[in-house]
Structure formats: structure tokens, C-alpha cells
């Protein structure tokens, strides 16, 4: 089984930078609507999630898409092998979850990417040299 979360956006290339430029994922897919993306699939070694403009999924699946365009509460939980340099690529950006370490054995930090949604950073400590 493979899971892999769709994040619907009103634009694309202003969430690239952040998934591309900042946090080394890479384009695999990108399907043009008009003179922008509708679609793109971003991969980095396993992870993978897809980018689709509200647009694009009004035309691919009118009855999928909400009548109102909001962000609807979920996040992405990325397991990272590496924290400090997770910590290096999210220098500038928006922490929504200031760094902590949890019951759980978990070193966590949390941002918005640019479109809104939630993105939470979590290494293993013991992955971690603790």
C-alpha cells in the first residue's frame, strides 16, 4: 500500500519553492493548465505528494471538489532521517509547532507551507544520535 496526500492549491508555482527549492523534493509529473500548473507530483526519496490547483480539480472532478475553497484542517506528518538539517531548510519560514520533543521519542517542528496547509518535521531521537 502506498499513500500518498493530494494538496489542493490556488496556485502551484507559489508553493515550489518551498517543496523544491527549500526541502529538495523533485517534479515527476507536471500537468500545464493554460499558461500555469494544474498538476504536479513532487517525489524526494520515498515521500511523495501531489499538487493540484481548486481549478484543475473543478475540471478533472466537479463532484470531488468543495463548494468553498478552504483549507480543511488536515496536515502532513513527515518522518525525517536528518533534524538539524530539516531545521536548516525551514530557516526564514513560518513555525506554526516550535521545536519539541515528545512522550512519544519524537523531535518535532511544525510550519505552514505558502498555500496554508500544515507541515510537521519529526526525527526519531535515537535516529537522531541521542
Request: proline share 5%; hydrophobic share 40%.
Amino acid at each position: 500500500m502506498k499513500l500518498t496526500p493530494v494538496l489542493y492549491v490556488e496556485q502551484i508555482e507559489k508553493s515550489l519553492p518551498f517543496w523544491v527549492d527549500r526541502l529538495g523534493f523533485r517534479k515527476t509529473v507536471e500537468v500545464p493548465e493554460g499558461n500555469r500548473l494544474g498538476f504536479v507530483i513532487l517525489v524526494r526519496d520515498a515521500a511523495e505528494v501531489m499538487l493540484q490547483t481548486w481549478e484543475s480539480l473543478q475540471k478533472d472532478a466537479p463532484g470531488a471538489a468543495p463548494k468553498e475553497r478552504t483549507i480543511r484542517g488536515a496536515a502532513l506528518f513527515i518522518e525525517v532521517e536528518n533534524f538539524a538539517e530539516i531545521r536548516r531548510r525551514l530557516e526564514g519560514c513560518e513555525i506554526t509547532l516550535p521545536e519539541r520533543t515528545t512522550f512519544y521519542g519524537m523531535r518535532e517542528i511544525g510550519v505552514r507551507e505558502p498555500s496554508g496547509h500544515g507541515v510537521v518535521f519529526a526525527a526519531r531521537i535515537e535516529k537522531e544520535g541521542r
